[in-house]
């Protein structure tokens, strides 16, 4: 069975572009849940989607968002990038909201 | 604001000892505990998960739980220089929604 998939997993941006990353769970899977992971802050819960709808959503600014597709697949989009994005952002899928299963991340750099 | 508190580390243990992890969390209502080992560079790994009062063991790992205590641990016994890693504790609250440690590091030494 694959493994969740994260696109792309490096990504170099400047201050104030905006960036879209991608996430494909496991066959079978709906519900996606997105982190960030930086060394000073552990790893901190952006928003979980369960069948195309936002049903928990973390402590973060605006600027970050997300959406799911008929297809479990998911996206989260940040706007107007700040130098303290600069992260590795996660993304974990599971059948019902318990195990999550995570993919390999996406490193973000804002430059 | 819900906190999930692990030791920093970094603990050290000889090939074949026992590794003791520790976790407690802030948040009474909490539900379900996980605890997930990371290598670096890599992704959170799932090792497992335990909901009720007790112990749960899965080979040469054992996770306790103390509701009362709001305290999860994780032993590995006859630890291996492979379970060098980064542990993270993590806690699903009521509302569903995760809480993770900012993890313990533990090396294995041969």
């Known amino acids: 069975k694959a493994g969740v998939t994260q696109t792309p997993r490096y990504l170099i941006k400047t201050r104030g572009q905006q960036v879209t990353l991608s996430c494909s769970p496991i066959?079978?899977?709906?519900?996606v849940s997105w982190y960030q992971q930086t060394p000073g802050q552990g790893l901190q819960f952006l928003f979980e989607y369960f069948s195309e709808t936002q049903r928990n959503k973390g402590n973060f600014p605006g600027r970050f968002s997300g959406r799911q597709f008929s297809n479990s697949r998911s996206e989260m989009n940040v706007s107007t990038l700040e130098l303290g994005d600069s992260a590795l952002y996660l993304c974990?899928?599971?059948?019902?909201?318990?195990?999550?299963?995570f993919g390999p991340g996406t490193r973000l750099t804002v430059l | 604001q819900k906190e999930v508190e692990q030791n920093s580390g970094p603990l050290s243990v000889p090939e074949g000892a026992i590794a003791s992890l520790n976790c407690t969390y802030s948040d009474r209502g909490s539900q379900s505990f996980f605890w997930y080992r990371q290598y670096s560079g890599k992704s959170p790994e799932l090792i497992m998960f335990?909901?009720?009062?007790g112990d749960k063991e899965d080979g040469r790992f054992t996770a306790q739980l103390n509701k009362a205590s709001q305290y999860v641990s994780l032993l590995i016994r006859d630890s291996q220089p492979s379970d060098s890693a980064t542990y993270l504790c993590?806690?699903?609250?009521?509302?569903?929604?995760?809480?993770f440690g900012t993890g313990t590091s533990l090396t294995v030494i041969p």
């Open positions: 335990i909901y009720s009062n």
């Open positions: 974990a899928s599971s059948l019902v909201l318990n195990e999550q299963f």
């Open positions: 066959s079978g899977h709906r519900s």
């Open positions: 993590a806690v699903k609250e009521a509302g569903n929604q995760f809480y």
